[in-house]
């Protein structure tokens, strides 16, 4: 079998496997990106909706390329059509810009390839190698043919179905309240407002939301989540979004010109995201923000990290899990807090009705939050409703 030596191999190139290529590139790591598809970024599989906050944060020069649209706010509709409008600093990490997925995920690999990580496609990863204790690598196909990657260290990048994780004897599962099942259509020739992201709650949707994301003036990605324990069927997700865009005068006469179907962990944070010689990092380590099922921004920022760790380990020739708890320290300083908060907050707003939800958006539509998030939003629900945030009494 073809053998290849690296320092770090990095799992998938998705957002969060170039952007950890990338930093630890950067480092002087020399470091191997595989990616099981032909493709950087294609298929899409995402709303393609992204807060711009972070970008900088990261070091993400911002590109028209990958740009779509720029949007002011986002609008969350009750089911009685109430609106609750929020603008584009508060409405969470699905909302400031509609991306281009594809050219995102090339441009982020760029950087990786300019900090001088090799990247290799169609190299799909079948199995990690575990020696006295240690992550060494991993066993590809490539090309029709088996291929040995000796690596001090690995990261799973390798997304929702992660596998990198669960051979290496992290705990990554997830049970069915944890995930939504998801469906898309990207739609064109609708009426929208590209001004806004557009979010709509209650029973159409069971514990997950109907999105519109607007690319431009006339096309827009309309998909929704569903949380998977309150699906009957597999189909059931499909129908639930194609009886909400029947009800939708100004979307139904449009055209559909492509669809994608997923699943996001809605989850709170892994007990575990090191060991020695591997480190977890994006949708692989469940960091998908439970309440908006978005995952791009949480991926890059604690990939920046994990990037910077495995450079540090190399240089330091050190990769035991003690060494990598540096990274996972780093993410949940950035993440954790929130992930758990926002879990506990969606534990809740998927038991709510249609009649709650509507009160409730009624409610915020006249508050004015300091800021927004899961602490805010539930202190403010307290203020009318106290009895529906009873248990989060010690939270708050
Ligand atoms: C329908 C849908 C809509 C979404 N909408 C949004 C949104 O609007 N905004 C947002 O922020 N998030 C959204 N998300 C979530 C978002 O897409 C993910 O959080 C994000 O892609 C995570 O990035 P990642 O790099 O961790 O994983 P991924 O982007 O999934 O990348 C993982 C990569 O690993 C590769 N891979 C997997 N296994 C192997 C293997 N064994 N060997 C080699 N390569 C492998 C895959 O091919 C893939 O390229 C959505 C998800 C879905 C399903």
């Not at 690598?137 to 596998?163: F, P, T």
């Not at 009895?387 to 708050?396: C, G, H, I, P, T």
Request: charged share 30%; aromatic share 8%.
């Amino acid at each position: 079998m073809k053998e290849i030596n690296c320092d770090v191999l990095v799992v998938g190139a998705g957002p969060a496997g170039s952007v950890t290529a990338w930093y630890a590139a950067k480092s002087g790591a020399n470091v191997l990106l595989v990616e099981k598809r032909q493709e950087i970024g294609s298929p899409v599989r995402c709303g393609e909706g992204l807060s711009k906050y972070w970008l900088k944060d990261v070091g993400i020069p911002e590109n028209r390329r990958w740009i779509a649209n720029e949007v002011d706010g986002a609008r969350i509709f009750s089911p009685s059509g109430k609106v609750w409008e929020i603008n584009e600093k508060d409405a969470g990490n699905e909302v400031g810009y509609v991306i281009e997925r594809d050219q995102f995920d090339k441009a982020l690999a760029e950087l990786a390839a300019k900090a001088g990580a090799e990247i290799m496609l169609k190299t799909w990863v079948r199995g990690i190698i575990k020696k006295d204790g240690y992550v060494r690598g991993a066993i590809a196909r490539h090309m029709g043919e088996d291929l040995k990657i000796n690596a001090k260290i690995v990261v799973g990048a390798d997304g929702y179905e992660s596998q990198v994780g669960r051979w290496a004897g992290l705990d990554t599962s997830l049970s069915p309240n944890d995930i939504d099942s998801c469906i898309q259509y990207r739609m064109t020739g609708i009426e929208c407002d590209r001004r806004y992201c557009d979010f709509y709650l209650g029973s159409c949707a069971p514990g997950g939301y109907i999105w519109v994301f607007p690319k431009n003036e006339d096309t827009a990605n309309v998909g929704i989540g569903v949380q998977l324990s309150k699906l009957k069927y597999p189909g059931e997700v499909k129908q639930y979004l194609d009886r909400w865009i029947e009800k939708q005068p100004g979307i139904r006469k449009g055209k559909k010109i492509d669809m994608v179907a997923g699943a996001v962990s809605i989850s709170k944070p892994l007990e575990k995201t090191v060991d020695n010689g591997l480190m977890l990092v994006g949708d692989a380590a469940r960091m998908i923000d439970p309440i908006t099922g978005g995952g791009v921004s949480n991926g890059c920022k604690a990939a920046k990290v994990c990037g910077e760790v495995a450079g540090e380990a190399i240089a330091a020739g050190d990769y035991s899990a003690a060494f990598l708890q540096k990274y996972e320290k780093g993410w949940r300083a950035l993440l954790e807090e929130k992930q758990y908060r926002n879990w506990l907050a969606k534990e809740k707003l998927v038991t709510l009705s249609d009649k709650v939800f509507d009160d409730i958006i009624d409610l915020l539509s006249g508050t004015k939050l300091e800021r927004l998030n899961a602490l805010n939003l539930l202190k403010a629900v307290r203020e009318k409703f106290p009895d529906l945030v009873k248990e989060f009494e010690d939270f708050l």
